[in-house]
């Protein structure tokens, strides 16, 4: 393993795991602060920046990832013209997406928040977003190409920022359509990241000489 990158994930999972204990333990200690936010929010409500997020929230949705990710994972391989690339990325999101993320929803079994305020359906149960993890994995995938394929510029810090701001908006469009709460979308992320930069830290452990640009 990459040491490093180990170590990054090992701090992105920290915020997972104390929102994950107080859900388990103590729900009390969080529903109220999320319940607050949730209100905030939803009462932010218009027809035009609910048509925004819901927009937003489709990019998360299971088709949307599979896309990018396949679109992903060809650009690797054309840009490496090598297979082990675009396998990491194609692994890395379904392992977490299908795996990993709904094993987490099913041992906790938080429930949404109230249907009254829900804008779009959804089954599954609450913590952690799905959508939330799903965006970091697959966009942070997006992040890790322009690392390592492009020269440090002006060009490539718009393209990260952008990519960063995909997946900030998505988890908020979670909150504001009402099918989940401020922890679960802090949760998924922090989740997201996390096995995000350990698959990393042992793909570059296999393929050491691949550096980002500088």
Request: with cysteine; aromatic share 14%.
């Amino acid at each position: 393993m990459n040491k490093k990158y180990l170590n990054y994930s090992l701090l992105a999972l920290i915020p997972f795991l104390i929102i994950i204990a107080i859900v388990i333990f103590n729900m009390n200690a969080i529903q109220h602060l999320d319940n607050l936010i949730t209100l905030e929010i939803v009462s932010w409500r218009t027809p035009l920046l609910s048509s925004f997020f819901n927009a937003v929230t489709i990019l998360a949705n299971p088709m949307s990832v599979v896309s990018t990710v396949v679109i992903l994972a060809v650009i690797a391989y054309l840009l490496t013209k090598r297979i082990d690339l675009p396998l990491w990325i194609l692994i890395t999101n379904v392992i977490g997406s299908l795996t990993l993320n709904p094993l987490v929803k099913n041992i906790v079994q938080r429930s949404r928040p109230n249907e009254a305020i829900r804008m779009v359906q959804e089954s599954s149960y609450s913590f952690p977003s799905g959508h939330a993890f799903s965006s970091m994995v697959a966009f942070g995938c997006v992040i890790v190409l322009l690392i390592l394929f492009l020269k440090p510029s002006v060009f490539r810090h718009i393209l990260i920022v952008f990519a960063f701001l995909i997946i900030l908006f998505i988890g908020f469009s979670r909150i504001f359509l009402g099918v989940h709460y401020f922890s679960d979308v802090l949760a998924g992320f922090s989740f997201g990241l996390f096995w995000l930069l350990l698959s990393l830290s042992f793909f570059l452990a296999r393929r050491p000489e691949i550096k980002a640009k500088k």
